[in-house]
T-cell receptor, first 115, second 117 residues
Framework: AQSVTQLDSQVPVFEEAPVELRCNYSSSVSVYLFWYVQYPNQGLQLLLKYLSGSTLVKGINGFEAEFNKSQTSFHLRKPSVHISDTAEYFCAVTLYGGSQGNLIFGKGTKLSVKP | GAVVSQHPSWVICKSGTSVKIECRSLDFQATTMFWYRQFPKQSLMLMATSNEGSKATYEQGVEKDKFLINHASLTLSTLTVTSAHPEDSSFYIC?????????????FGPGTRLTVT
């Protein structure tokens, strides 16, 4: 079975500072990896995904993530955050080539950007 | 881009009553929709997979008779919480992926907050 661990439930950071949100996964088979963002009272929006190829993935809003197979990690980074980045961030996996397509989510990391 | 809507966005109902939540894909057809449940400060947990024209597939531990799912068309899936109790209070989120797309291209609705009093 697959599982996702987001090590930090809350990450406070000052505006224009860099940030890293950590995600580790556990799976005996290959997976696809995702980061979603959830703004207050809104649905989930896809930030970026890793399917194959280059391990460094760039997404929307200046975010990027790096897939590290040996460490089973997929950490999300942004070099300079804005107030508008304040939201909940979810890491998720789904089976590579799976027929069901359901996502397994981490518990989320609440990013709070302060002025 | 692909848009998924949910209605209502929030609902309060009395214990013992039933409530229906709609999930619609507005600009694409979705043969498969997913229903998730999100408790405060917890992750989304998959409840069931809804397939158009067939019975839903429920995850282990989810009561089929309590959470009725109907996927009557390629753009609409409904979740009915029957005989709701306070412990059913939660945030329910649906997702869908285009019939012509890939399983990992899921688009999420804004969620429905259910409060049972």
């Amino acid at each position: 079975a697959q599982s996702v661990t987001q090590l930090d439930s809350q990450v406070p950071v000052f505006e224009e500072a860099p940030v890293e949100l950590r995600c580790n996964y556990s799976s005996s088979v290959s997976v696809y990896l995702f980061w979603y963002v959830q703004y207050p009272n809104q649905g989930l929006q896809l930030l970026l995904k890793y399917l194959s190829g280059s391990t460094l993935v760039k997404g929307i809003n200046g975010f990027e993530a790096e897939f590290n197979k040996s460490q089973t990690s997929f950490h999300l980074r942004k070099p300079s955050v804005h107030i508008s980045d304040t939201a909940e961030y979810f890491c998720a996996v789904t089976l590579y080539g799976g027929s069901q397509g359901n996502l397994i989510f981490g518990k989320g990391t609440k990013l709070s950007v302060k002025p | 881009g692909a848009v998924v809507s949910q209605h209502p966005s929030w609902v309060i109902c009395k214990s013992g009553t039933s409530v229906k939540i709609e999930c619609r894909s507005l600009d694409f057809q979705a043969t498969t929709m997913f229903w998730y449940r999100q408790f405060p400060k917890q992750s989304l947990m998959l409840m069931a997979t809804s397939n158009e024209g067939s019975k839903a597939t429920y995850e282990q531990g989810v009561e089929k008779d309590k959470f009725l799912i109907n996927h009557a068309s390629l753009t609409l899936s409904t979740l009915t919480v029957t005989s709701a109790h306070p412990e059913d209070s939660s945030f329910y989120i649906c997702s869908a992926y285009p019939a012509s797309g890939y399983l990992y291209e899921q688009y999420f609705g804004p969620g429905t907050r259910l409060t049972v009093t």
